[in-house]
């Protein structure tokens, strides 16, 4: 089965500043998903990668997917206390059926 | 906009009970999914459904059983819950395996004493 590591587990920040998630794979990437979680509520989608060098932006979360296709960063640039919560990335398996999720990286903005 | 339906949301259960979650989605999707979420981690895949009458395990699947009779439904089955299956549980759906947005329902939130 594919696995999905996120580094670093959990991120303390204050507000304002720049972070990084990473999120690696033991597989090619078929497709990477970056969802972000409320605590206590359901998952929302943030943005989704495809081909090997893309990367997409939305307000201030940036998102690449590396050239091998194994592995991908969220960058969120002047963090906000909106931005808190567990990031998580998802992909699915090459035969496009089952798709899994990392570890979650848990986000705490300092304001 | 109804998307994905999951029932109930909170839920208390004695060790050895049995219990279905229910997962209704709207959208005409073929892919749905179910997950459950530990405390501080990632989600795992329980079961998954490519399409009706069809269903396969993910990751976790002891303890957990599923159907897919309609399109639209998807329910979790726990046979004698466990302490161990205290968790939140996420259903979600697609269009079409890995290949668009995974929508989620809201969560039910299961508790085993």
């Known amino acids: 089965s594919q696995e999905l590591e996120q580094s670093p587990q959990s991120l303390i920040v204050q507000e304002g500043k720049n972070l990084t998630i990473n999120c690696t794979s033991s597989?090619?990437?078929?497709?990477l998903y970056w969802y972000k979680q409320k605590y206590g509520e359901g998952l929302i989608f943030l943005m989704m990668?495809?081909?090997?060098?893309e990367e997409k932006s939305h307000e201030k979360i940036t998102a690449k997917l590396d050239e091998k296709k194994q592995q991908s960063s969220l960058h969120i640039t002047a963090s906000q206390p909106s931005h808190a919560g567990i990031y998580l990335c998802?992909?699915?398996?090459?035969?496009?059926?089952?798709?899994?999720f990392g570890t979650g990286t848990s986000l705490t903005v300092i304001p | 906009n109804a998307g994905v339906t999951q029932t109930p949301k909170f839920r208390i259960l004695k060790i050895g009970q049995s219990m279905t979650l229910q997962c209704t989605q709207d959208m005409n999707h073929n892919y749905m999914y179910w997950y459950r979420q530990d405390p501080g981690m990632g989600l795992k895949l329980i079961y998954y459904s490519v399409g009706a009458g069809i269903t396969d395990k993910g990751e976790v699947p002891n303890g957990y059983n599923v159907s897919r009779s309609t399109t639209e439904d998807f329910p979790l089955r726990l046979e004698l819950a466990a302490p161990s299956q205290t968790s939140v549980y996420f259903c979600?759906?697609?269009?079409?395996?890995?290949?668009?947005?995974?929508?989620f329902g809201e969560g039910s939130r299961l508790t085993v004493l």
């Open positions: 597989k090619t990437l078929y497709g």
């Open positions: 998802g992909a699915g398996e090459d035969t496009g059926n089952q798709f899994y």
């Open positions: 990668l495809q081909k090997g060098g």
């Open positions: 979600a759906s697609m269009e079409g395996g890995s290949r668009g947005e995974l929508f």
